[in-house]
């Protein structure tokens, strides 16, 4: 009964902790004094106040857009959740923006 019930304990504990490990608890920060805007499917649609934080939790793959021009309807991705991102880590919303319209620019999109 012993070597039944053990390797059953191992394999409930390690598909316990990967569950666990996808996923990963944000502070979304907006620091500028716009609203902020974005899009994450099947999750919501927050709009980030300005000079305000914002709690999240977010699986690994979950994608994240936000719109380049504002308000309009054409919408960018911002970043794709992975194993990079830390538990409780702050996402400074407004600097990835920046940052990510640059690189878009950059690419003539």
Not at 17 to 28: K, R, V, W
Not at 75 to 91: A, G, H, Y
């Amino acid at each position: 009964m012993k070597a039944f019930v053990f390797p059953f304990f191992i394999l409930l504990i390690q598909s316990t902790s990967s569950l666990y490990a996808q996923n990963i608890h944000f502070t979304f920060h907006n620091g500028s004094l716009k609203s902020i805007p974005l899009v994450i499917p099947s999750v919501m649609n927050p709009n980030l106040n300005p000079l305000s934080n914002s709690g999240i939790s977010l699986n690994v793959g979950q994608k994240v857009y936000f719109y380049p021009s504002g308000t309009s309807k054409k919408r960018e991705l911002l970043f794709t959740v992975d194993d990079s991102f830390q538990q409780d880590q702050i996402l400074e919303i407004d600097a990835i923006i920046e940052k990510r319209k640059k690189e878009l620019k950059a690419n003539g999109l």
